[in-house]
């Protein structure tokens, strides 16, 4: 999973994602990728805003863009 975030996002929302992930039983991995730094990437995986969170597999592709409060959310994103 790809995490794009801009220089504002917080460190709190990065282990909120890591946290739900690890609650799911599943060895994900969630690369934290910023936009400032990686232009490319973002306009590779076509980002229009941040935070995102962009799960590339299992295919289909599934974005989550937000700030990620509620946590039920972010697992049911990530377990699916």
Wanted: hydrophobic residues 40%; negative net charge; proline residues 8%.
């Amino acid at each position: 999973m790809l995490l794009f975030v801009s220089a504002s996002t917080s460190r709190e929302l990065i282990k909120k994602a890591q946290l739900a992930c690890e609650a799911c039983g599943m060895a994900c991995q969630i690369e934290v990728v910023p936009v400032e730094q990686n232009p490319e990437r973002a306009e590779k995986h076509n980002i229009q805003a941040t935070p995102q969170l962009v799960r590339l597999w299992p295919e289909p592709v599934i974005r989550l863009v937000g700030d990620f409060t509620d946590p039920n959310q972010i697992r049911q994103f990530i377990c699916i």
